[in-house]
């Protein structure tokens, strides 16, 4: 693809909720140093903007955006508030250290949600929003507003809030399908309309927020896009209520993969995709699907001989994109006793886990004891060591070879091993290549820890 060609598209911003939409499903709460793990991730990953939480929910929650507001420099930090003033203030604490900090206040506009939810009028609702973003907009530039429950609410009323939100100062407006009910022909109509009537909106964004009920997130996120939203609300692994938000991986491949259709730019780097994803399930130890499309472990799984074959002479033919083009590592390279520990911390690194020496070695130790009972040491048990690892967890017992007991008892021990017995390599003769200096280490001495 020429450089000038993609300088020519629009660019989609990537507004990252994992930290507060997907933190709110079930089994996927975050302590506040998990959180800005993942933050660190996220910014890595080149989202746009990271929601890191909604400060008014829990201290715990506060801190979270706190922490990340002050330690991620070049993402816009939101932090999300209801339409009043307390949670206004509470989020704009929590966004002091913020480089670019932004205020998301929501309010729920459907009839069903102001009746029976807030118990409140049409018109008192429009001058709630109008108030809220008006008090939001003293305190901060950036300012975003969600009608909530927006794909129910009915259409002329939504362009009068919109138009209301804009006058009093919002940036983006963001229009969530919160109970994943529409359908993408629906929603882009949708996004169409609000361009058409709403004064005032070519000068904001319009953004999506779709939720996954009928498996239609990421549909109606990209028919959005196509409607004239410039940026995609959604979630590592689609996580979020219910059936989740649309899933990053998928919107930001689909714009990738097929820019014909869908000729729009992020600056999303696709290599960090699947350390991204193997983070998050590690931080909450909910498991992708394997068959979730991107990152799930069966997604690049040839299993059929024929395609097997196919793969094998061009990839193309039943690859749309590589593994590697996501970050999903070589399948081919196997990881077993026989290992490096460079082989092993680079593993790591693609799992999204950089060591330092010390620690890494720490890995290894475990690495070593683990390869020996299960030969092949996959990337599902790399990651529970490292859990394992990193919570202080000593290693099961299990069935041992003896000189693999060694190792995890004592590694000076390992280094006394005699040559070549029970199959270990046998340690490297002394020479040029074992008198290095104190503290320098050469690769081959990676075989010491194994053997
Ligand atoms: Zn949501």
Redesign the pocket.
Known sequence: MEVSKRMNRPRITIFDTTLR?GEQSPGCSMNVQEKVRLAQQLDRLGVDVIEAGFPIASDGDFEAVQKIASSIRRPVIAGLARACKPDIDRAWQALQGAAHPRIHVFLATSDIHLKYKLRITRERCLEQAREAVGYAKSLCADIQFSPEDATRTDVPFLCQVVEAVIAAGATTANI?D?VGYSTPEEYAQLIRTLRETVAGIENVTIST?C?NDLGLAVANSLAGVLGGARQVECTINGI??RAG?ASLEEAVMAMRVRPDRYPYETGIAAGQLYPSSQMLAEITQVPVQPNKAIIGRNAFAHEAGIHQDGVLKNPLTYEIMTPQSVGVPDSRLVLGKHSGRHALGLRCEQLGHKFERRELDEVYRRFVVLADRIKRVQDSHLLELIHDMTHGITPAPGRKSPAAASVSASVPHAASAAAGRDGYPAPLPAGPFRGGSAGEHHDQEDYLWGV
């Open positions: 939409d969530p919160t927020h939720h979020g209520e938000n």
